[in-house]
Structure formats: structure tokens, C-alpha cells
């Protein structure tokens, strides 16, 4: 299948972390992203890693890639007010010519 | 530097009404893309374009029309507008490397009643 697969909803309270799962289902993968979208916004990107990588750290967001089992997480550390937004998961494909595949987002909601 | 500019922003249309979406880019991307987004799906790819003068089918093409005839342009045409057309579209531009960011504009809503 073509699936990238997330959850719709991920709710955390302000100062613990947010970890956000994303499952694909193609081998052929080269690089896999995570986009933010900021209501009433386009999507931006976060980070992204690269296929042959199992992890990548930048400041508050650590990427993990396990391709074994096709996994993918975004863990956002001290999540804040600032990071609600619908986080989208999108995997680049050598076989679509590179085309994104995109899952459906999951919407990060902060309680204070 | 603007980035990439969507217009309009908000449109309502009766069904069987035509419309053009606007998209530039001040980046000189070479890559363009359309793409819809509905609640609880993905970004869907509509048309995308990868150089002045041509354009190429996505994932949903069907009632939609695109043309690029400036590089920094990309145009979605809707010829005859349908409520399972009501969406967000965005429009994309990206530079030719493989690992090229997508750069996204922010957004048009369309209804369609």
C-alpha cells in the first residue's frame, strides 16, 4: 500500500514531552519529513532525515527512524503554547520521482 | 522576499462557476505543486509543474487545469466548480535538488455551494 499513517490527535501538558508516531509502508523511502501547520498558515518544515539515519537531534526535536519497522517519530521535549499545530509526516520516494507522501497530520493540543 | 503568495485567500462559488488560483514564487523554483487538503487526509497532490511550459498529472487532476507559462507562476483553473471541490488548496515550490525543502503558501479556502 501507499500509506503514510498517523494519529488524528495527541494531547500532552505543557512542559512534558510530545512524541508524535508516524508508520510508512515503502522500502524504496529516501527521505522522510515532519511539516508544522500553524492555523490559518501553510505547512513549514521542521527536520527531516535521512533513510539511512536512526536518529537526528536538533535542539528540542529528536527524529527517530526505525526502518526495520517502517516507524518514524517526533519527540518535541518541554512542549510549549507555541507548538500546537497539526504536525504532518511525509516520506520521499525514489520510485514517485521523489514525490512526498503524505500522512493525514496529527494535531498536537497543549493542556496547561 | 515574499516566498510564496496564494490569492485569494477565501472564495465561495456556486457549483458550475469557474475560477483560477493564483500562485508565485520570487525563489526562481523550478518545481511548482498544487495540493488540496481536506479534514482528516493528507496533502493530495493535484498538478505539479517542474519547469516554464510544463505541467504533469497528480494523485487528483480531475476538474482541475493548471498552466505555467512564467517560471515564477503557477495557475490552478477549476472550469465548471463542483462541492467536492470545497477544500484548502496550497500551492508548493521546491529548487531542483533531492532533498529540497517544499516552500508552501498559505492557503486558499473554497467552498463551493
Known amino acids: 500500500g501507499e500509506d503514510v499513517e498517523q494519529s488524528l490527535f495527541l494531547s500532552v501538558r505543557e512542559g512534558d514531552s510530545s512524541v508524535i508516531n508516524c508508520t510508512y509502508t515503502?522500502?524504496?523511502?529516501?527521505?522522510l519529513y515532519w511539516y508544522k501547520q500553524e492555523p490559518g498558515a501553510g505547512l513549514q518544515l521542521l527536520t527531516y532525515?535521512?533513510?539511512n539515519m536512526d536518529m537526528k537531534q536538533d535542539q528540542r526535536l529528536t527524529v527517530l527512524l526505525n526502518k526495520k519497522d517502517k516507524h518514524l517519530s517526533l519527540r518535541i521535549a518541554d512542549t510549549q503554547t507555541g507548538d500546537s499545530a497539526i504536525y504532518f509526516c511525509?516520506?520521499?520516494?525514489?520510485?514517485?520521482?521523489?514525490?512526498?507522501?503524505w500522512g493525514a497530520g496529527t494535531k498536537l493540543i497543549i493542556k496547561p | 522576499n515574499a516566498g510564496v503568495t496564494q490569492t485569494p485567500k477565501f472564495r465561495v462559488l456556486k457549483t458550475g462557476q469557474s475560477m483560477t488560483l493564483l500562485c508565485a514564487q520570487d525563489?526562481?523554483?523550478?518545481?511548482m505543486y498544487w495540493y488540496r487538503q481536506d479534514p482528516g487526509m493528507g496533502l493530495r497532490l493535484i498538478h505539479y509543474?517542474?519547469?516554464?511550459?510544463?505541467?504533469a498529472k497528480g494523485e487528483v487532476p480531475d476538474g482541475y487545469n493548471v498552466s505555467r507559462l512564467k517560471k515564477q507562476n503557477f495557475l490552478l483553473g477549476l472550469e465548471s466548480a463542483a462541492p467536492s471541490q470545497t477544500s484548502v488548496y496550497f500551492c508548493?515550490?521546491?529548487?531542483?535538488?533531492?532533498?529540497?525543502?517544499?516552500?508552501f503558501g498559505n492557503g486558499t479556502r473554497l467552498t463551493v455551494t
Open positions: 508548493a515550490s521546491r529548487s531542483t535538488g533531492v532533498n529540497s525543502p517544499l516552500h
Open positions: 525563489m526562481n523554483h523550478e518545481y
Open positions: 509543474s517542474v519547469g516554464e511550459g510544463t505541467t
Open positions: 515503502d522500502s524504496s523511502s529516501t527521505y
Open positions: 532525515i535521512f533513510s
Open positions: 511525509a516520506e520521499s520516494r525514489m520510485d514517485s520521482n521523489y514525490q512526498l507522501i
